[in-house]
């Protein structure tokens, strides 16, 4: 198994630029998120999903949008790219959120550090 | 809502010696999970360990245990036999029943010296 995959790794922006951070699991988990990390901060979350064509805004949802048209990839779409959305992006996915009395494990991917100039 | 505090951006420790690391959280709810994540120079988030809050034993992996007091609403990590590759950041983290994601401290720079 991959894990949790993100693409690219880096990438810089110009302001007002548009782009798609990828994310991908092969662990067949219903839930998917993002979140940003922005320095000397904890994770954010952005925007999560609990199954294909189910999405949700989490705490800072402004500036982004996301999809989910498979179990296993959760893009997210920055549209016109502002100095603010410099950040480090993580995407994480777990089997179940605990409507099951339980609150699994979320897995990691390696994140994307972006910066928008 | 809910909100999970770190009150020590950094620390450092002797190798082959122990730390603790502090972590308090403010909630409403009885039930939930508590994990702390630690994340290298290469920045992967990585799982350390968890912790039930009806279970009433403190979780333990391996050099890794916590101490959980459910009351004072406090999550301190313990590490013991320092290494070097435990030099991380390492972030509390809360999760709600019913609630997908998790609720992050800001970290706690861990430095383990030779």
């Known amino acids: 198994n991959a894990g949790v995959t993100q693409t690219p790794k880096f990438r810089i922006l110009k302001i007002g630029q548009s782009m798609t951070l990828q994310c991908a699991q092969d662990m067949n988990h219903n839930y998917m998120y993002w979140y940003r990390q922005d320095p000397g901060m904890g994770l954010k979350l952005i925007y999560y999903s609990v199954g294909a064509g189910i999405t949700d805004k989490g705490e800072v949802p402004n500036g982004y949008n996301v999809s989910r048209s498979t179990t296993e990839d959760f893009p997210l779409r920055l549209e016109l790219a502002a100095p603010s959305q410099t950040s480090v992006y993580f995407c994480?996915?777990?089997?179940?959120?605990?409507?099951?009395?339980?609150?699994?494990?979320?897995?990691f991917g390696p994140g994307t550090r972006l910066t928008v100039l | 809502a809910q909100t999970v505090t770190q009150s020590q951006p950094e620390m450092s420790v002797q190798e082959a010696e122990t730390v603790t690391l502090s972590c308090t959280y403010d909630t409403s709810e009885n039930n939930y999970y508590l994990f702390w994540y630690k994340q290298p120079p290469s920045r992967q988030m990585i799982l350390v360990i968890r912790?039930?809050?009806?279970?009433?034993q403190n979780a333990t992996e391996n050099r890794f245990s916590v101490n959980f007091q459910k009351a004072a609403k406090s999550f301190s990590l313990k590490i013991s036999d320092s290494q070097l590759g435990d030099t991380a950041m390492y972030f509390c983290?809360?999760?709600?029943?019913?609630?997908?994601?998790?609720?992050f401290g800001k970290g706690t720079k861990l430095s383990v010296k030779p």
């Open positions: 983290a809360f999760g709600s029943m019913g609630q997908g994601n998790l609720i």
């Open positions: 994480a996915s777990s089997y179940s959120p605990g409507l099951a009395g339980v609150v699994d494990t979320q897995y």
């Open positions: 912790q039930e809050a009806y279970k009433q």
